[in-house]
Structure formats: structure tokens, C-alpha cells
């Protein structure tokens, strides 16, 4: 039954995709479902197999020790605190940032990263025919966040029309930073997070490119990675990374300030009306048939619609925190799903982000993207949904 219901979800999903596009005849149908095999495979492999999970658990054992490397850093600069029990969220998990971002800035001036995403993007758009910008754009924006992701392709901004624009800006919002997913696994168990990778890219790929088809000529396809650093040195790329990733900190630690106070305020002024009730019970019912078609079971449904709405309505970092005591009480199935929806940028806040930085690299081309932000939103909230079913049917 529940596979039943994982696939009626993945059909609703690429159905309610196919009555927004504003293309229909141009869809790349042979390509979507290639894609969608290949989320098959992947999450199998991963899950199933010996081998997959010997992957999930290297990769994990990678972070875990880099981890440990960024809290010595975090120790020598902050060794004089007493942290009481159950430590500051600041210091033990934003904190952490900062050593990511660092990595991320020197792999990217070593152009090791860059030419690893070149390649796959390339292999990727010649096995399913998307275009090689939009693909490389898909597999970037696995590892920079969505600022960065859109600055890498900058020098090709002048091939982008509307359509192309919304796969490239979707791409960005249905993914997350690898600089920040040090602190993600600090919350959540390590093995969704990082299997929500590659399925969050295919996912965003095959439901921009349903609603925003494209067909592109050769000679507007090509990709440029020799300007994507602009650190002369090694030392530099450290410094800047850096800086980088303590504004990040900084930026994630008053979002959360920000949403957080901000929901307890929507919460107050709700229960002057309706006691007891709250903004994500609210949010819980309306998500609940869409929890159930993805696997969630009935008994947990309504609080996991709550977490999967609050993640929307502010960002992904305040409903990991308001997920982790759940998980004690939810069953395996349900963590799994719900930690791939919210491992992904798909929220409001998000299409400011992206307006802002398409802003800074072609002013004419940021109202396009205002144009049809609310559209970007739902194309993630879906993509997310995709992933988590994927995800919920083999657990």
C-alpha cells in the first residue's frame, strides 16, 4: 500500500507540474524520466545495497571528522566560555560554517571542484538532454548555495531567457550549501541529508523543466569555468572563505532569531482567537493528505505536516530544531522523509535571495525573476515532495 501511495504521489507531483507548465508541447519527456529512473537507482543503491551504504557511511565519517577539525578552531577561539549542558547552538553548529565555507573556497580556487561539476553537469545533460548550462547549474548548486550557485554562471547570464532562467533559479532554491551541511548533521541523521543531495537536483531539474521547457541551440550552450575564483592565492581563498562562511553564521543565527520570535508572536496572536491552537497544527492539517500520499504514516502525519510547513512559512534551520525531540516518537520511515523535504531552500525568504543576486548580475533580468517567484516557491515545495517519496519508498 505504501508503495502504492509513494507512486500516485510522484504522479500527482509531475501532474500538478505539467497544468502550471507554460509549455506543454516542448517537454522533455524522455529526459524526466530518465531522471526519475535514476533517483530510483540511486536511492536503492544507497539504501539496499552494502556498497551504498558503505558510501553513505565514508562520506559521513568524512564529515563527523571534519566536523572535529572545526570545533577545535571553535575551541581555541572560544575555549574560555562555560557552555552549560546541551551547549549554545551558535557556537557548536553555526559555528561550523565557517571551516566549511573555508574548504568550499579552496577547493573552488583549486578549480577541483569546478571541473569535477563541469564534467558531471556535461555527463548528465548528454544522458538526458538538458542543456549543459542548466545541468551544470543542477550539480553546483549541490555544493554552493544559491547566491553562489547563480554567480557561477554569470558570464553566461546573456543566454538565459525566462524559461532558462526559472531552471537555473530553481535549481538554486530546491538545493542546499554544502558549507552549511556540517550543521545540518549536527541535527538530523546524516544518511537522508546526504542522500536529499543528488535527489534534490534531479528533482528540480525534472519540475522546472515541466513547467519551463527548453530547447536550446548549440551555440548557446556552453560552459565557462576559468573565471569562477577570484582569489589569487591559496591563503586568499582561505581568508575570504572565511569571511564567507562567519557572514553565513551570522545571517542563519538572526534568521533564526528573526523567525523564530516571529512565529511565537503568529502563535500568541492566534490563541487570543482559537486557544490552544498554533500556526504549525494549522499547517500540519493542510499538508497532512499530501504527508500521506508520501508515506507518512496517519498517526504521525499531522505533526510532521506541522514541521514540513514551518519549514516553508520561515526556513529549514527552525524546523530541524522543532524535528529533532520528535524524533524519538516517530517512526524511521517518517525521519527519513521528512529530513530530505527540509534539507533544501524552498521556503519564502528564499525568492528574495534570489531576486536580490540575479539583481546584482543583470539588473533587467531580476524582474523576470520577480515575475514568477511565487511560481519558483511552489516548484520547490514539489521538488521537495518528490524527493521525500523517492526517499519513503524504500524505507
Known amino acids: 500500500m505504501g508503495i502504492i501511495l509513494g507512486l500516485l504521489a510522484i504522479i500527482v507531483v509531475i501532474g500538478i507540474s505539467y497544468l502550471m507548465s507554460n509549455d506543454k508541447k516542448n517537454i522533455n519527456f524522455k ?35 571534519l566536523i572535529e577539525f572545526g570545533q577545535e578552531g571553535i575551541g581555541f577561539v572560544l575555549g574560555g566560555f562555560e557552555i552549560q549542558e546541551g551547549g549554545v547552538f551558535f557556537f557548536n553548529v553555526l559555528l561550523l560554517i565557517v571551516f566549511f565555507a573555508t574548504i568550499l573556497s579552496v577547493l573552488n580556487y583549486l578549480k577541483i571542484l569546478p571541473t569535477i561539476i563541469k564534467w558531471v553537469g556535461g555527463l548528465i545533460s548528454k544522458i538526458t538532454g538538458l542543456p549543459k548550462i542548466e545541468s551544470f547549474n543542477g550539480v553546483n548548486s549541490i555544493f554552493f548555495g544559491q547566491s553562489e550557485a547563480l554567480l557561477a554562471i554569470k558570464s553566461q547570464f546573456h543566454h538565459l531567457n525566462a524559461n532558462r532562467l526559472y531552471i537555473v533559479s530553481a535549481s538554486a532554491m530546491s538545493s542546499v550549501s554544502a558549507s552549511i551541511i556540517g550543521s545540518y548533521i549536527q541535527i538530523l ?32 550552450d556552453t560552459v565557462d569555468v576559468s573565471d569562477v575564483s577570484q582569489d589569487k592565492s591559496v591563503f586568499e581563498a582561505m581568508g575570504n572563505g572565511a569571511l564567507d562562511g562567519g557572514k553565513i553564521a ?16 503568529v502563535n500568541w496572536l492566534i490563541q487570543l482567537v482559537f486557544a490552544g491552537v498554533t500556526l504549525q497544527q494549522i499547517l500540519g492539517y493542510i499538508l497532512a493528505p499530501i504527508g500521506l500520499l508520501m508515506g507518512i504514516s496517519p498517526g504521525e502525519v499531522i505533526q510532521a505536516g506541522s514541521i514540513m510547513g514551518t519549514k516553508i512559512v520561515t526556513n529549514e534551520f527552525v524546523a530541524m530544531l522543532e524535528f529533532q525531540p520528535l524524533m524519538e516518537v516517530m517512526s524511521e520511515k517518517t525521519i527519513g522523509i521528512v529530513t530530505v523535504f527540509l534539507t533544501s531552500f524552498a521556503n519564502f525568504s528564499s525568492i528574495g535571495i534570489i531576486a536580490g543576486t540575479v539583481k546584482g548580475i543583470d539588473g533587467k533580468k531580476a524582474s523576470t525573476v520577480s515575475g514568477f517567484g511565487m511560481k519558483l516557491l511552489i516548484g520547490a515545495i514539489l521538488t521537495s515532495i518528490l524527493s521525500a517519496t523517492i526517499v519513503g519508498l524504500f524505507l
Open 189 to 220: 541523521p546524516a544518511e537522508y541529508i546526504l542522500v536529499a543531495l543528488p535527489l534534490n537536483m534531479f528533482s528540480a531539474l525534472m519540475i522546472s523543466s515541466i513547467l519551463a521547457p527548453v530547447n536550446v541551440p548549440k551555440e548557446q
Open 250 to 265: 551570522l545571517i542563519v543565527a538572526a534568521n533564526l532569531i528573526a523567525f523564530i520570535a516571529s512565529l511565537e508572536l
Open 31 to 65: 529526459g524526466i524520466g530518465i531522471m526519475l529512473a535514476l533517483q530510483l537507482v540511486i536511492t536503492w543503491f544507497m539504501f539496499s545495497t552494502q556498497i551504498g551504504q558503505a558510501i553513505i557511511n565514508g562520506i559521513s565519517a568524512v564529515f563527523n571528522k
